[in-house]
């Protein structure tokens, strides 16, 4: 079966400082993993998607993440926080049916702090 | 403007009332999703519509109705909810089907209170 676990509920950083968002994955088979972020009162926005290509994936942002089969893990980076990059950020992987049913972590919560 | 857009953002209702909660997609997609969010609860898939047939329903209690008139429309009808079923319900479209693989698009989000 498919899951995903956010190694973490809640990060704070310092604006300019790098930011580090964890997320591990168990998977029968090559699954697509996705990052998306959400804003206060917003829906998800999606940040950047692997899907067996490269292993680093850049996205929206300055984001990227880094697929590590041997580690099943798929963090996602920035080098530089700012102050918009505070919000809640999902880690996300495929389920096992062809039915459009993904597998959302519970969240990562990113404070930025001035 | 996100593309999918949902009417209203707030609603509150009592248990007995009965309120729908809308969707539109600009984006010329042919899928669509209901999904809850709840408070410290990872995303919960309520229905999935692809090409206006609804593909999957997961075990959602009947007191939710979806309706999926066109591939740009998407309607939640509510009727006698219960105070656990306050949550943020988002809606979203994809292209290609339901492919696990797709990206999805997400309106803003109704928050429902239930009182």
């Known amino acids: 079966a498919q899951s995903v676990t956010q190694l973490d509920s809640h990060v704070s950083v310092s604006e300019g400082t790098p930011v580090l968002l964890r997320c591990n994955y168990s998977?029968?088979?090559?699954?697509?993993l996705f990052w998306y972020v959400q804003h206060p009162n917003k829906g998800l926005q999606l940040l950047l998607k692997y899907t067996s290509a490269a292993t680093l994936v850049k996205g929206i942002n300055g984001f990227e993440a880094e697929f590590k089969k041997s580690e099943t893990s798929f963090h996602l980076t920035k080098p530089s926080a700012h102050m918009s990059d505070a919000a809640e950020y999902f880690c996300?992987?495929?389920?096992?049916?062809?039915?459009?049913?993904?597998?959302f972590g519970q969240g990562t919560t990113l404070q930025v702090k001035p | 403007e996100t593309g999918v857009t949902q009417t209203p953002r707030h609603l509150v209702m009592g248990m007995t009332n009965k309120k729908s909660l809308k969707c539109e997609q600009h984006l010329g997609h042919n899928a669509m999703y209901w999904y809850k969010q709840s408070a410290k609860k990872p995303l919960e898939l309520m229905f999935v519509y692809s090409l206006e047939e609804r593909v999957e329903n997961n075990s959602v209690p009947s007191r939710f109705s979806p309706e999926c008139p066109n591939s740009s429309h998407l309607f939640l009808h509510l009727h006698t909810l219960q105070p656990e079923d306050s949550a943020l319900y988002l809606c979203a479209s994809s292209q290609g089907g339901v492919r696990g693989d797709s990206p999805l698009h997400f309106g803003n989000g109704t928050r429902l209170t239930v009182t």
């Open positions: 998977s029968s088979y090559s699954p697509s």
């Open positions: 996300v992987v495929t389920g096992s049916s062809n039915t459009g049913k993904l597998i």
